[in-house]
């Protein structure tokens, strides 16, 4: 049964560039231009006529936008809930500037042993992250750290939260792997490895949606019986100010926006694509977090019931449920 039947997401992409070169990423291979602050804010206007709640500034690396502080401002003016993820190269730098703008701020970490981070990511950051955290500390935020967990670092997880997220009050989210396209992250995460996510999702202060699990060990979503509701419940905006469908990373066909988000996402054109959301032939076997997480939240299944507990955790710990109503 759909609870929801309008979008509550804009994944924002406000540029593709990256200063780093993650392994498990092919986004900063792409050439990008930067979002305009006179076009986001436009579409944030429509954003909130269409009912999404939520905005995830994204990249590419999101503080490679100068302008990211008027982007969040400006979101949060429509009422928008305003997220960021960072690998936390520039955050010390901006973090002044981004104080009170981001509701949900991720610092990304794939290992405690700092090496092992600036192997993944080719680039040392994972001092700036610690650094970053002590910033974001002193100027009362409260981040998060996304821990994208591989079969080969399941083991690390104790170390994070010991040693990072429990001495600095924060939350771990956990972020189980996900191939795309062409890009390959190693094998599937093992049943032993999704048991011990779920252990750990029921942690203090450890996040992990478990609809995320059920869904690997159901083979991802098939498009006999879809899952995925992408594109009726997340927007996704390039940098050229496009709407892309049906979701990023299959990204078969976009539509200028041109200040006309509102009318563009109703048009016949749109919807015709809405409609095949999780029925495509790329989207066999997915399981890609960011499109699945607001798939789970807008239609009674096993998943909404998986993810539940999870969600409702969050919130209550971030305080975020507050301005959902």
């Known amino acids: 049964m759909r609870l929801v039947s309008h979008p509550v997401l804009c994944n924002y992409y406000v540029t593709y560039r990256c200063n780093a070169t993650c392994s498990f990423c092919d986004i900063w291979e792409r050439p990008s ?21 939520v905005v995830d500034f994204t990249g590419g690396e999101p503080l490679l936008h100068r302008q990211l502080e008027d982007l969040c401002r400006e979101a949060k003016r429509a009422g928008l809930i305003t997220t960021v993820t960072t690998n936390g190269l520039l955050y010390p730098k901006y973090a002044e500037r981004l104080r009170g703008l981001v509701d949900m701020l991720h610092f990304s970490l794939d290992s405690p042993v700092a090496e092992e981070h600036d192997r993944s990511r080719g680039v040392k950051c994972f001092d700036k992250v610690m650094e970053s955290i002590r910033i974001a500390r002193s100027l009362g935020e409260r981040p ?11 083991h ?10 429990r001495p600095n009050g924060l939350v771990l989210i956990l972020n189980p792997v996900f191939e795309y396209n062409d890009v390959q992250t190693g094998d599937h995460l093992s049943e032993k490895a999704l048991q011990e996510m779920t252990w750990w999702g029921k ?8 609809g995320f699990i059920q869904l690997r060990r159901d083979g991802g979503n098939h498009i006999d019986k879809p899952v995925c509701r992408a594109a009726s ?11 892309v469908l049906p979701c ?32 495509l032939p790329g989207c066999e076997g997915c399981a890609i977090n960011c499109y699945m997480q607001p798939s789970f939240a807008v239609e009674i299944s096993k998943y909404w019931w998986k993810a539940l507990p999870s969600t409702l955790k969050y919130n209550r710990i971030k305080g975020t449920w507050k301005q959902l109503f």
């Open 33 to 53: 231009p930067y979002v305009t602050v006179e076009n986001a804010r436009d579409n944030f206007r429509d954003l909130r006529r269409l009912g999404a709640r």
């Open 144 to 154: 998060d750290i996304l821990f994208t967990v591989f079969e080969h670092n399941t």
């Open 156 to 165: 690390q997880i104790r170390q994070v939260y010991e040693e990072i997220c």
């Open 203 to 210: 942690q203090k202060n450890v996040y992990l949606n478990d």
């Open 233 to 243: 419940t997340t927007l996704v905006i390039s940098p050229e100010n496009k709407l």
């Open 248 to 279: 990023y990373h299959l990204g078969l066909q976009d539509f200028a926006i041109d200040g006309k988000l509102y009318e563009l996402y109703r048009s016949e054109e749109v919807q015709k694509l809405v409609a095949l959301e999780g029925r």
